[in-house]
């Protein structure tokens, strides 16, 4: 596709249920990363994919966050047992190379609303 | 870890020029981007700079480093109402390559 995208581009959940938000990258990007934009935190990082190695796991904020990739192309982010806090924008990007001054192109987000 | 501080606000007048600063802490950083996000969008990659670099002019956008004083700042001249949207600064550190966000600034360009 022409650019990044996201589904779904809202999700409102209940406390205590599991989340799955998608990411579609840009064809050919081989890096891809998930960012959570918060009114109390602010724009932060989550976790790093490149290719075949292990991802960098350093940002996810607690065992209820994981993440996969497969086939190297879509990933999957998700919660499980949500809670209020979760509550935020989340931010899938991509890029050819990773890392450097290769763009992360961005998508236009998930809103999730933990009730 | 990376403290990375923007002030919240700034209104300018159209046609004037706007300044947004950035100030970090980490003094490591490699690479210094400016990002705009715009209501129900994502963040668009506005300009960049390298670490071994004082300025850079793309069109309307100058981005000034000053290593020294850990401070960057963004200068878009001739502002237009379209300019106006949030501004995120963020910081790469060479090997690291998540983006460490500032705290974002509003700019509102009345006409």
């Known amino acids: 596709g022409a650019g990044v995208s996201q589904s779904p581009s809202n999700k409102v959940t209940e406390k205590g249920k599991d989340v799955e938000l998608r990411c579609d990258p840009i064809?050919?990007?081989?890096?891809l990363y998930w960012y959570r934009q918060s009114l109390g935190q602010g724009l932060e990082f989550l976790i790093y994919?490149?290719?075949?190695?292990?991802?960098?796991k350093s940002g996810l904020p607690s065992d209820r966050f994981s993440a996969e990739r497969t086939g190297g192309s879509v990933s999957t982010l998700t919660i499980q047992r949500t809670q209020q806090e979760d509550s935020a924008v989340y931010l899938c990007?991509?890029?050819?190379?990773?890392?450097?001054?290769?763009?992360?192109?961005f998508g236009p987000g998930t809103r999730l609303t933990v009730l | 870890g990376e403290d990375v501080e923007q002030s919240l606000f700034l209104s300018v007048r159209e046609g004037d020029s706007s300044v947004i600063n950035c100030t970090y802490t980490d003094s490591s950083s490699t690479y210094l981007y400016w990002y705009k996000q715009e209501p129900g969008a994502g963040l668009q990659l506005l300009t960049y700079?390298?670490?071994?670099?004082d300025m850079k002019q793309d069109q309307r956008l100058t981005v000034l480093l000053n290593k020294k004083d850990k401070h960057l700042s963004l200068r878009i001249a001739d502002t237009q109402t379209g300019d106006s949207a949030i501004y995120f600064c963020a910081l790469m550190n060479t090997g690291f390559q998540k983006l460490v966000f500032g705290t974002g600034t509003r700019l509102l360009v009345s006409p």
């Open positions: 064809s050919g990007h081989t890096a």
């Open positions: 700079i390298f670490s071994n670099m």
């Open positions: 994919f490149q290719g075949n190695s292990a991802p960098d």
């Open positions: 990007a991509s890029s050819s190379a990773g890392g450097g001054p290769d763009t992360q192109y």
